[in-house]
């Protein structure tokens, strides 16, 4: 009984003493973020801003840097799917420009290539498809 | 908890390539430079290698396009900005676009690798090409599949 009620004091003790930190995930559209993302510092920002800047409501960040010769777990080339309602009568050039300028810190210190594909919804609910990006000549890092 | 820790500090750190390349800013003789280089044709690609030799991906699929399009090689200029760390650099400030290939016509910036396929995809390339004077073989090939 004693031990009961002093494990409860206990834990009584440390609710009032040491609140609970909360500790809350960025928020990454639908999907929950892990572990592996955590370790993709470059990634994980390109998603936040794009997420942020755009509210897209298709959003692909895929890492092509395996694709070229650069070391293992790079993060230096990324292509970028964009669908949003904010590209509607934006010409093509402007999106690009506007990608662009939200990754401005990323495209001067990490990501030495990016290829963007940014859409209207309207646009991607007819087509879905995105073309490969062409195989690396060895150029990387040059 | 530690990897976020770690992947805060990492994003907050000050980065060596980021301050070399941030305060960089076009001089007037730079900008005459490029100004004069975007000018030389009416057809004008800045890329990474030669087009009988890219030595990048995305500058590959711009000849490929233009080959495509059955334009000849001595209707447009490449400079190979591989060798030319100044332009290299220069370019990208002076169209404000942060990457390679660049192409451009009539000396105005059209845009990277993933515009000329878009462009070439929907057709436009074949009207851009004739507003400087260039006939895409296309039109004489409609076999051919965009």
């Given amino acids: 009984m004693n031990t009961v009620l002093r494990s409860a004091a206990r834990r009584a003790a440390t609710r009032v003493g040491r609140p609970k930190r909360r ?8 999907r929950k973020l892990n572990t592996t993302e955590m370790e993709h510092p470059v990634e994980t920002s390109i998603r936040k801003k794009l997420i942020e800047n755009f509210q897209p409501v298709h959003l692909d960040v895929i890492n092509e840097s ?3 010769s650069v070391p ?5 080339h990324f292509k970028v799917i964009v669908v949003s309602n904010k590209f509607d009568k934006v010409p093509l050039i402007k999106r690009h420009r506007l990608v662009n300028d939200v990754l401005k810190e990323e495209l001067q210190s990490s990501i030495h290539a990016l290829s963007i594909f940014a859409k209207t919804p309207a646009q991607w609910s007819t087509s879905q498809t995105v073309s490969k990006s062409p195989p690396c000549q060895g150029g990387a890092g040059l | 908890m530690i990897s976020l820790f770690r992947v805060a500090a990492s994003l907050t750190r000050p980065n060596i390539h980021r301050i070399l390349s941030a305060s960089y800013a076009l001089s007037a003789e730079q900008k005459t430079r490029l100004d004069s280089m975007v000018n030389k044709e009416k057809l004008v690609v800045f890329m990474k290698g030669t ?4 030595r990048c991906g ?3 699929a711009v000849m490929e396009i233009l080959r495509f399009h059955g334009v000849d090689q001595n ?4 400079y190979n900005i591989l060798e030319d760390e100044d332009t290299r650099q220069g370019i990208k400030e002076y169209s404000n676009w942060p990457t390679i290939p660049q192409v451009y016509m009539n000396g105005e910036f059209v845009g990277g690798c993933d515009i000329m396929i878009d462009m070439h995809k929907n057709g436009e390339l074949i009207e851009e090409l004739q507003n400087i004077g260039i006939r895409s073989s296309l039109l004489d090939d409609p076999e ?3």
């Fill in chain 1, 23 to 30: 500790t809350y995930a960025p928020y990454t559209g639908n």
């Fill in chain 1, 66 to 68: 395996f694709m070229h």
């Fill in chain 1, 72 to 76: 293992k777990g790079s993060e230096s």
């Fill in chain 2, 51 to 54: 087009p009988e030799e890219p």
């Fill in chain 2, 58 to 60: 995305f500058s590959r």
């Fill in chain 2, 75 to 78: 209707k447009f200029v490449t």
């Fill in chain 2, 144 to 146: 051919k599949k965009v």
